[in-house]
């Protein structure tokens, strides 16, 4: 069953998923690259700085085969002499331990890119599993782990066995030279092997990194049940999202209804529409929408202006046009100023008891196709 699984991954990695692997300190790595960008950053550094380093080598020699006779009694000359030289040495090689430890971090982040996580570090005890040991020893993986090693022996091997083989004759003139002159040629001929066998090595790098890569999408990769799992994970749960979408109406209702007191007045219809409307009077703006319902959300916001001495105002048609052309704290349209001016007038007049004098805008206040007609 867990073959079959396997067969139906066909899909690439989701970019969640892929996340998800960095975060767990999955990420792909060549473990060849790293080998072949530090040995070839300690050669650069030796060619660059061979002379010196020779230099400073033979000097450290020279120190240590001179001894004074009154010193050869002294223990305590050669220790301290020993420390000496043990500092001295560790001074001179400072350049190549830095550039081998900084070619070692930059060449770990070259595929795969730099990232932070802990999640590696805490024990997982399926590691100690010897039945997946095995596994993983006979798998594919272990299959081009083991080709890889075999190629890795044969390509470097044979490699340093011609260069030892064309060395030799040189190797074996070095006791006879003068000391200055056999540590020069003893390093003018390790820094050019080491170099014929760092571009050798990148053969291993070239085949390996793009491998690593292969593989490490190639295990990431998803079938059809897992990516809608997924998408379904990242949707979020449609009751949890429906819940949150009620409490979400909910809350603006309860935010809505807090405006009603404030209003100016609601304009209604006999049945059907209740919206109230707030003008400031500074005059700053048109009037504006601050609640709007229908059926018994619309009832209750009569309940609530009648409880708080707000006017209602009955004009059906202007009732079912900010109905449907407002949204909630938006200001009226311009085609509707007309409409609400004699609305508003209206309401002045009613609070000085002179409301038989101002007309309730109607039908022709209202501009075509704004009205979306009586309800049925």
Do not use: C
Not at 32 to 46: F, K, P
Not at 249 to 267: C, F, G, L, Q, T
Not at 286 to 304: C, D, M, Q, S, Y
């Amino acid at each position: 069953m867990a073959e079959e699984t396997d067969q139906e991954k066909d899909l690439p990695a989701s970019e969640q998923k892929i996340r998800k692997a960095r975060e767990e300190g999955n990420l792909p790595r060549s473990r060849e690259l790293g080998g072949g960008v530090v040995l070839l950053a300690g050669v650069g550094l030796l060619y660059s700085m061979g002379g010196e380093l020779v230099g400073q080598s033979e000097k450290l020699m020279r120190q240590g085969l001179v001894l004074e006779r009154a010193h050869a009694f002294d223990t305590k000359y050669m220790g301290l002499k020993w420390v000496s030289m043990l500092q001295e040495s560790l001074v001179i090689l400072v350049p190549l331990f830095l550039v081998v430890v900084f070619a070692a971090i930059f060449s770990n982040v070259l595929v795969g890119g730099f990232n932070w996580s802990t999640k590696p570090l805490e024990p997982k005890f399926s590691k100690l599993n010897p039945v997946k040991g095995l596994k993983n020893i006979f798998s594919v993986n272990g299959l081009a782990e083991l080709v890889k090693a075999i190629l890795k022996t044969l390509v470097l091997g044979g490699v340093g066995y011609l260069l030892l083989m064309q060395d030799l004759g040189e190797f074996t003139q070095l006791s006879a030279m003068p000391l200055e002159h056999g540590m020069a040629e003893t390093a003018r001929i390790t820094i050019k092997d080491a170099l014929i066998l760092a571009i050798a090595f990148l053969l291993i790098v070239s085949i390996d990194v793009p491998y690593q890569l292969w593989r490490y999408y190639k295990g990431l990769r998803m079938n059809l049940e897992e990516l809608k799992r997924e998408s379904k994970e990242s949707d979020g749960d449609p009751h949890l999202k429906g819940k949150i979408k009620s409490m979400q109406r909910e809350a603006a209702r309860r935010r809505m209804m807090a405006s009603v007191p404030n209003a100016d007045v609601i304009v209604t219809n006999p049945t059907h529409y209740s919206v109230a409307l707030k003008y400031d009077k500074d005059g700053k703006g048109a009037p504006r929408v601050v609640a709007k319902g229908i059926g018994p959300l619309a009832l209750k916001i009569r309940e609530v202006a009648r409880e708080n001495k707000v006017p209602m105002v009955e004009a059906p048609p202007l009732a079912r046009a900010l109905y449907s052309n407002v949204d909630l704290e938006q200001e009226i349209p311009g085609a509707l100023y007309t409409a609400v001016a004699k609305l508003l007038a209206y309401v002045y007049a009613l609070a000085e008891g002179r409301a038989h004098l101002v007309e309730v805008p109607g039908d022709a206040d209202i501009p075509k196709g704004m009205d979306p007609g009586p309800a049925v």
